[in-house]
Structures are given as C-alpha cells and as structure tokens.
C-alpha cells in the first residue's frame, strides 16, 4: 500500500481545495481545507472545509442540506491544492447555482439554478 502524500499546509495552515463531480466532472466550487477539515472529511466521507471570513470549520450541507458525499480525494502534483470527487445533492452555490461557476466574466448567467436559496437560508 502506498504511503499518504504529506499535504503542504503552508503559512496560513489552509490549502484550496475544488469540488468536482465525480460522475459529470463538472468545477462545482472552491474552498478552504485546514488539517482537520481534510481529517474530518476523510473521517465521516462528507466534504468539510474552513471559513476564512468566519474563522471557523464547516461542514458542506449542513445548514441546507446539500451535501457533499466525498468519493475520491486528490492531491496536486505540488501538495498544495486538493480536488474532492463528490456526489453533490442540490446545488453547490450558496446563490442557488448547482455550480458557483454559474457566470462568465461579462456577466451572462450559464448555470442552472438548483434551489431557492431564500427558501433554504432562513435569517430568523
């Protein structure tokens, strides 16, 4: 069995890491990983990420329920960055967007809206 690749955490102690679908291979989102973010992750087969603006470990879905089921983790030929095959329920995007890549540069809407985020984040 191979050994695991020493993951290089850098300065901040926090690695990016791209949700892909594992089926469709389609960039689903970006985030954050610390150390036990990727733990945690590997530990229960549910993506978890760290909040830069919130200082704070969060688990994909928890609030709306938009998991992100985990099937394969890689790591970048430096050990710098992390690509997370998932099986996505509902939408990625915090916007509603199945994917947080949903527009071009020029502002034209391409993707397609999984939920209505209103609905799923209730600011009572």
Not at 17 to 38: C, F, N
Not at 65 to 87: F, I, K, N, P, S
Not at 94 to 116: I, K, M, P, Q
Request: aromatic share 8%.
């Amino acid at each position: 069995m191979d050994e695991d690749v020493a993951v290089d955490f850098g300065e901040n102690g926090l690695v990016p890491a791209i949700a892909q679908d594992a089926e469709t291979g389609e960039v689903l989102m970006l985030a954050y990983v610390s150390p036990e973010a990727l733990e945690r992750t590997r530990e229960t087969g549910v993506a978890h990420y760290y909040s830069r603006s919130r200082d704070e470990l969060w688990q994909k879905g928890k609030t709306s329920g938009h998991t992100q089921a985990v099937e394969e983790v890689r790591v970048d030929c430096d050990a710098d960055t992390l690509l997370y095959l998932v099986d996505q329920e509902g939408g990625a995007c915090h916007t509603g967007h199945r994917s947080c890549f949903y527009r071009t540069l020029e502002g034209e809407n391409v993707g397609e809206r999984a939920f209505d985020p209103d609905a799923v984040y209730d600011d009572d």
